[in-house]
């Protein structure tokens, strides 16, 4: 073909791209996932069990490891239905209504992805802390907040609030609102509208968020590492168990509480992907 055909043909006619290329970049994708994703889950589990079976589970039955669990396990079903619930009125107000400071509000949700957890902890424990701006007034009325439980949720929610609600405004506002006013014209009333009608349509977007949130607070160790004290057997939750083992020596019971959690990492992940085949197919 001469140059003068060539140039006579439409764009892209005649133009086959070379099969190398994305071999490459396939190829780059499944060596940059081994280095960095699977060699790692390959060591923690080959360090958890490098003593054997019986040591492994003797370390995840110490005392102090199964209160870590326990304890990471609770704030996480402390915060996650608060976050579905704060998440479901937020995106209901966000998608639903107009009003003034719609934008300001989707801003202040977000600024947990914007600020250190440490930073979040710091300014969580100048507030309630002993020294803190309400702290006197705490003490005086036998309230214990910092180096508990309680801080503990708060810092959790605080990292963690934005996922629901990140998850179910684009969504709602894709679906818009011509279902839930046919519903009031019917005659139902809000209770009615909600849960016949807005939450089927959002209900896996919803589970989605919340896979993601307790992912989010399972996993947390910035924010708690501050506020909680570091107790341990106390106020420890698993990754900060993870960090006091390792910091004790114990590299076997820091792998094995490591493992714990990449366990629960990889359900969530698995529910994670289960929930996008299923959005994916309706």
């Known amino acids: 073909m001469s140059a003068v055909d060539r140039l006579a043909l439409p764009p892209g006619a005649g133009y086959a791209p070379s099969p190398l290329v994305p071999r490459l970049l396939i190829g780059l994708g499944l060596v940059l996932t081994a280095i960095f994703i699977v060699t790692p889950l390959v060591v923690i589990f080959a360090q958890a069990f490098a003593r054997g079976v019986d040591v492994y589970f003797a370390n995840i039955l110490a005392p102090d490891t199964l209160h870590a669990i326990y304890l990471t396990m609770l704030v996480a079903v402390i915060v996650v239905p608060i976050n579905i619930t704060f998440g479901v009125a937020a995106a209901w107000a966000i998608t639903k209504f107009s009003f003034r400071g719609k934008k300001l509000l989707l801003t202040l949700i977000e600024i947990p992805f914007s600020i250190s957890p440490i930073v979040a902890g710091v300014t969580y424990l100048l507030l309630y802390g002993a020294q803190g701006l309400l702290g006197p007034w705490l003490i005086g009325m036998d309230i214990r907040i910092m180096f508990a439980l309680p801080g503990i949720v708060l810092v959790t929610l605080f990292v963690t609030s934005p996922f629901v609600v990140r998850e179910l405004v684009p969504l709602m506002q894709v679906q818009g609102s011509e279902q839930e006013e046919a519903a009031v014209t019917l005659g139902a009333n809000g209770w009615q509208t909600f849960l016949r009608v807005t939450l089927p349509n959002i209900r896996w977007a919803l589970l989605y968020g919340a896979v993601l949130c307790s992912a989010r607070a399972i996993g947390e160790f910035g924010a708690v590492s ?57």
């Open 226 to 282: 501050v506020v909680s004290g570091n107790i341990r057997g106390q106020t420890n939750t698993l990754p900060l168990q993870v960090e006091l083992l390792y910091h004790d020596y114990n590299a076997v019971g820091a792998f094995a509480a490591a493992s714990t959690l990449t366990l629960i990492a990889i359900v969530a992940l698995f529910a994670k992907v289960a929930i996008e085949y299923r959005i994916e197919r309706r």
